[in-house]
């Protein structure tokens, strides 16, 4: 029998859990034609929401969908690339159109202060028209077939490191009308929403904001028991409570909690503390290895930051000392960049560490 907790690839909209109301908004806001961001950090189930809003748009409104992934990008021809694979899809007879403004884009980067057209006739000025072209290619697909299009910009706050592509973008999508629309994700929340709350910024005011928060912990433990007994394994309850509280409402986590305890529980058996302990044991030593890399990548201050925090204490106050903080005021620009990252969550004396098992790992690291 198939282990049936998902946790490491995007789930089927059947299986999402408690997310029927932020579904239901963001089908909305696209039937409304409004642009959206969708900002939660890392394994939340932001592909998987915008995989079940993709499919609802297919299915009842007859758009053509699109998602483009920004993770790394750092060039306006790494970005053209990734638009290209996005558009190679979209319905209209593009494709061949779309490998050529693809081709283009990374040539004129490549003749670019050269003068060498790579045995080509034309040459484009720059690489941002491919790029312009590439982005108004909804216009065309409606011209062409009568369709609208939904384009989803995953981890969207990696633009940011290419200088002005967010006004380029914005240059284009906005004369688009209802023929494109788009949500902009990100697993940086504080640097995705920046692009579109900061005066100062192209896309501000552009897109309406939406945040993918944690589960609530009563469907949590309901989606757990529920998938246990359609398999034929128990759980005792106290169990399912450890596990629920311990997930803290991060899908992936909890999903994942899960999954090894359902590994743990003989088939037709109960899983009891036993098993569970067992469990955690297993998936913290399967998960140490990523945050050994992650301890040791951050600063000093930093890593006292984590420590106070796993350790219920705020580093925003005198309790801070007691992990090596000698005034709050060390503490607050360690805390500005772990948000930004996307490690923690929260302000003032709401911080926490996003993934509880990191949380987890970091007092028992100070334990030993």
Known sequence: MLN?????????PADMVAREAEAALLHETIENGTNATLAAPRRFGK???????FERADRELGMATAAVDCYGVLTREDFAARLATAYRTLPGGFTRRVARLNEEAT????????????GRKRTPLSVEEPIIELLDLPLK????TGQ???VAFDEFQSVLDVPGLDGLIRSRIQHHGKAGTYVFAGSEPSLL??????????LYGQARIMQLGRLPLRAAFSAVADRFEATHREV???VLSRLVELGAGHPQRTMLLASALWDATPARGEADDEVW??????TLAWLGTEFEVMWTSWSSTERRVLAALADDLSPLSKDGRRVGLKHASSAQRPVAGLLRRGVLEGRGADLRIVDPMLALWISQLRAK
């Open 4 to 12: 049936p907790f998902v946790y490491d690839r995007p789930i089927a």
């Open 47 to 53: 592909t998987s929401l915008i995989g079940a809003a």
């Open 107 to 118: 040539m004129g980067a490549q003749v670019a202060g050269t003068g060498a057209t790579l």
């Open 141 to 144: 697909v409606l011209k062409k």
């Open 148 to 150: 609208r299009t939904v």
């Open 193 to 202: 929403h920046s692009l579109f709350v900061d005066r100062g910024r192209p």
């Open 236 to 238: 005792e309850p106290r």
């Open 277 to 282: 302990d067992a469990a955690l044991a297993g």
